[in-house]
């Protein structure tokens, strides 16, 4: 299935691009020698003409498609020989990440996150997660920063909004919860925002929406859960008849 994003919501690859298009001239030509051709997480391809705006292709670059000299034989005329050139690369002809103006169009979902670290669908949740957050708690950050911006930032954070029911919580249950379990979360006296400085507050504020923390009724130890499964009442139908003797 074709996804689609935008090039500035992905920061590996807006590198890139901007990389090629504006400093082409401080890029550093490859020599294994320097650099290591293991090294090689992928290419990108610069197709331009005249009066057009260029086009990119970008492809992963496992290992296994690369073949190295020093260890490669190749068939020529009626004899192998040793395999002249350093490396020698196997394109692949499948289609994987086109990046046209600020779009990107990512044919292969699981090659795109390898490439660029960046699970479209993931930030597709996540941003709705981030929008219905700042509709129902009142959040406060430092000057410049934002709560998405911390999020997008933070791979656990985009994973942990995926669970998330914004709607299961009030504001003054997550300042009760966090003020039972000790956990320091910061608010403001006069507004009532829950004050958000960093991205250890931004977790323990997505964890308290989650419920992740708990204390044992029998043993009184709090705790944060990574993990957590519903237990639902049982019906009447599914509670077994006693067994025969």
């Not at 090689?40 to 000299?69: D, H």
């Not at 040793?82 to 044919?107: E, M």
């Not at 859960?225 to 019906?235: F, S, T």
């Amino acid at each position: 299935m074709l996804e689609r994003t935008t090039l500035d919501k992905v920061d590996h690859a807006q590198e890139v691009i901007e990389q090629i298009r504006y400093g082409e001239e401080s890029l550093e030509v490859f020599r294994e020698g320097d650099h290591e051709f293991k090294k090689v997480k992928g290419i990108v391809a610069r197709f331009s003409r005249p009066g057009v705006e260029p086009f990119f292709v970008a492809k992963i670059l496992p290992q296994s498609q690369v073949l190295k000299g020093a260890t490669a034989w190749m068939y020529d005329g009626d004899s192998f020989q040793p395999f002249s050139a350093d490396a020698g690369l196997r394109i692949t002809p499948d289609n994987q990440v086109l990046i046209a103006g600020n779009d990107i169009f990512a044919f292969s979902e699981s090659k795109f996150i390898r490439l660029f670290g960046y699970d479209a669908k993931q930030f597709a949740v996540a941003e709705e997660k981030i929008a219905e957050i700042e509709q129902n708690f009142k959040l406060k950050f430092p000057e410049g920063m934002t709560f998405d911006a911390l999020v997008r930032d933070t791979k656990s954070l985009v994973s942990k909004l995926q669970k998330v029911n914004v709607g299961l919580v009030t504001q003054d249950q997550v300042i009760e919860q966090a003020d039972e379990m000790g956990l320091e979360l910061m608010t403001d006296e006069n507004t009532g925002e829950i004050i958000i400085m960093d991205v250890k507050d931004a977790a323990k504020f997505v964890n308290l929406l989650n419920d992740d923390y708990v204390t044992s009724g029998m043993t009184g130890i709090r705790y944060e859960l990574k993990g957590k499964k519903e237990l639902k009442d049982a019906a009447p139908g599914d509670m077994g008849v006693p067994a025969e003797l």
